[in-house]
């Protein structure tokens, strides 16, 4: 099975924009927000919070620009902008995107993100249009750029990502991640996953353990 962990959580900002969005959310996890830059091909720029253990939480939002249009991803920050913010998707970083493009029958697409300390950070995603059907999915991305340069680097954090609660059905998750015959646990075994058997598949709720005790948003 290819190494795959999850790399970071995804929340669209709401009516109140994206700096105000993303201090809320640091006020609540204990985490300063960092200013992220843009995604020139998307259409759209985000805020980081870092958190411990080599993840992070990004906060979005669409800019005024043709791409956040024609773009995936873009569409898919819109839509859950429109919706009135909130969580948008989880992603899942693997060291080997070929079994993924093999298992979804594409190619994986570039993505970079300018930074305000003049870093192009540089990857290649897959499965973006898949989560605007279905957010319960994560999308799969595979790091360009050096280690250190990862968002969860930007600055030490002692919260951590500790659960994530998914609408729909568990063999379908377990099918799309790739581990339908993997045993229980083979993936992200500290990582507490909920399932909520419904109509509503997305995902619902992200908990994570911080300094002031455990918040679930």
């Keep these: 099975m290819t190494a795959m962990r999850i790399d970071h959580v995804s929340y ?3 009516p109140e924009g994206l700096r105000a969005t993303a201090g809320r959310l640091g006020e609540q996890l204990d985490v300063t927000p960092l200013d992220g830059g843009v995604h020139p091909r998307f259409g759209t720029r985000n805020v980081i919070l870092p958190l411990a253990e080599g993840r992070y939480v990004e906060v979005v939002e669409c800019l005024d620009h043709p791409a956040s249009d024609k773009a995936p991803f873009g569409q898919a920050v819109r839509a859950a902008s429109a919706r009135g913010g909130g969580w948008m998707a989880w992603v899942v970083a693997v060291d080997d995107l070929a079994p993924v493009e ?6 994986a697409a570039p993505g970079n993100r300018h930074t305000p300390e003049g870093v192009e950070l540089r990857w290649r995603q897959i499965g973006v249009l898949d989560v605007i059907r279905h957010p319960n999915l994560p999308f799969f991305v595979k790091w360009e750029s050096p280690a250190e340069q990862h968002p969860s ?6 919260t951590r990502l500790v659960g994530l609660t998914l609408g729909g059905d568990v063999p379908v998750v377990r099918e799309w991640l790739g ?3 993997a045993p229980e646990g083979a993936f992200e075994s500290d990582v507490e996953f909920g399932f909520v058997e419904d109509e509503d598949a997305r995902l619902h709720d992200v908990t ?3 300094s002031n005790g455990t918040v679930t948003l």
């Design 12 to 14: 669209a900002a709401g």
């Design 102 to 107: 093999q298992r979804l029958g594409r190619e």
């Design 153 to 158: 680097r930007l600055a030490q954090c002692g």
């Design 179 to 181: 581990i339908a015959e």
């Design 208 to 210: 994570f353990e911080t």
